[in-house]
């Protein structure tokens, strides 16, 4: 039996990881997931319910019984359109730190895999290949130095009219990547069998090609 083709794209905050993931699943035709939005989600939900960061027991339960709707580009909540509200900057450093709680990742593992269909799956985050798709027939560790990280992010939040200086959205990525890779439960690393991508000196679109490519080597069909 040929179990469902995955595509995994881990690596940190404003890599372009979610960009290149969604373009190369929309290329193959394959399922895609932000799981990156799942802890969004939680915190989103959290925030909103003034629960702690630390609350660990109730913050499990809220991301098992987490009902989300991903339609084309949207994200939904019940009815509720969440898609922007949840790109917040509040709602991400709040992701970063509930995602450190084992009951939330244990809480989200099944949801994650439950997007594993025919006829594939593309996904992006920081565990996928490392944990919730540890048998992905391509893992990809995408990533970009700090500095030109945050040039990007300072770019978008200038499209979106947000203001920001570059120093505090430099310090924002070191402060994020800090507690990404340093907490105990599924860090962001490197998984041994992925592929290392830097996109410092590459666009979007190079960036896609080189993973196609990469598809194209190890797919056995
Ligand atoms: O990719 P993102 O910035 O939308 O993710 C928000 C936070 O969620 C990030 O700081 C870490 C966490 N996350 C995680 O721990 N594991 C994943 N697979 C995806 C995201």
């Known amino acids: 039996m040929i179990s469902v083709p995955v595509i995994t794209i881990d690596g940190p905050a404003s890599s372009g990881k979610g960009t290149v993931a969604s373009r ?16 969004r989600l939680v915190a989103f939900l959290a925030l909103r319910k003034g629960m702690s960061s630390e609350a660990a027991g109730d913050l499990g339960e809220l991301a098992r019984t987490l009902t989300v709707r991903f ?7 019940e009815q509720e359109d969440v898609t922007l509200a949840i790109r917040d900057e509040s709602v991400g450093k709040m992701a970063s730190m509930i995602s450190a709680i084992p009951q939330v990742r244990a809480g989200l593992l099944e949801k994650q895999r439950n997007f594993r269909k025919l006829p594939g799956l593309v996904c992006d985050g920081r565990d996928m290949g490392t ?17 030109i990280r945050a040039q990007r992010r300072y770019k978008q939040l200038m499209e979106k009219e947000k203001g920001g200086s570059i120093e505090n959205i ?38 896609v090609q080189e993973v196609l490519r990469r598809y194209e080597v190890v797919k056995p069909w």
């Open 24 to 39: 190369v699943a929309s290329l193959l035709g394959y399922h895609y997931l932000d799981s990156g939005a799942l802890y």
């Open 71 to 77: 339609e084309l580009d949207r994200i939904f909540l």
């Open 131 to 147: 944990v919730v798709f540890s048998d992905a027939l391509l893992k990809v560790y995408l990533t970009a130095r700090q500095e």
């Open 170 to 207: 430099l310090a924002d990525i070191r402060e994020r990547d800090a507690r990404d890779t340093m907490r105990a439960v599924a860090p962001l690393r490197q998984s041994q069998d992925a592929f290392f991508l830097d996109t410092s000196q590459l666009t979007i679109d190079e960036a």
